[in-house]
């Protein structure tokens, strides 16, 4: 592959790859890091790139990898998992992040609830930042039907939070900003 194919063909990906690290590792550092890691890995391996059927499933796979050994990483560290302020705009208190801990693993509980359908599609969309077109094709189901699962299960979760926290008024928001 030449310099220029690689540039049409993979670089175009790089602001996806951003959004999927961001969303892994929650600092814009981090995350443009982890894409110029795997820019650079994919660089390595780009006579071999065309033997993939999808580019964009390669490159969306070597960065939630490498996002997700950075996490791994840095939690092993000891370093902070999360980078973000709390609504006062001040670094969490250990209650604020114990707290946030435990909301991701109780949504995440619930996600793993609902039916096949409804739970992959709200991940891909809410978790993962796909479009319901790329989630269309990865499940094989129309867009309509992708839109309509990830639809009912935003509302479902909204039913289980809503009179236990009054943060999680939203569960669609909540998914994606928590999750």
């Given at each position: 592959m030449t310099r220029e194919e690689f540039i049409n063909e993979v670089l175009r990906y790089s602001g996806r790859?951003?959004?999927?690290?961001?969303?892994?590792?929650?600092?814009n550092?981090?995350?443009?890091?982890?894409?110029?890691?795997?820019?650079?890995?994919?660089w390595n391996k780009r006579n071999d790139?065309?033997?993939?059927?999808?580019?964009?499933?390669?490159?969306v796979t070597v960065i939630r990898n490498l996002a997700l050994d950075r996490l791994r990483q840095r939690k092993r560290?000891?370093?902070?998992?999360?980078?973000?302020?709390?609504?006062t705009g001040q670094i969490p208190s250990p209650h604020e992040v114990l707290q946030a801990h435990?909301?991701?693993?109780r949504i995440s509980e619930a996600i793993n609830r609902l039916p096949d359908a409804?739970?992959?599609?709200?991940?891909?969309?809410?978790?993962?930042g796909e479009s319901y077109e790329e989630i269309a094709v990865a499940t094989g189901q129309n867009i309509n039907s992708v839109r309509v699962a990830v639809s009912r299960a935003r509302k479902i979760l909204q039913e289980?939070?809503?009179?236990?926290?009054?943060?999680?008024?939203?569960?669609g928001s909540a998914v994606a900003k928590v999750l």
């Open positions: 790859l951003y959004s999927v690290a961001f969303r892994i590792l929650r600092s550092e981090d995350a443009e890091d982890a894409v110029q890691e795997t820019l650079l890995r994919l790139i065309s033997h993939y059927e999808s580019i964009e499933a390669l490159c560290e000891g370093g902070s998992m999360n980078h973000e302020l709390n609504e435990e909301t991701i693993a409804m739970s992959e599609a709200i991940r891909k969309r809410d978790v993962e289980q939070f809503r009179y236990e926290r009054p943060g999680l008024q939203k569960a």
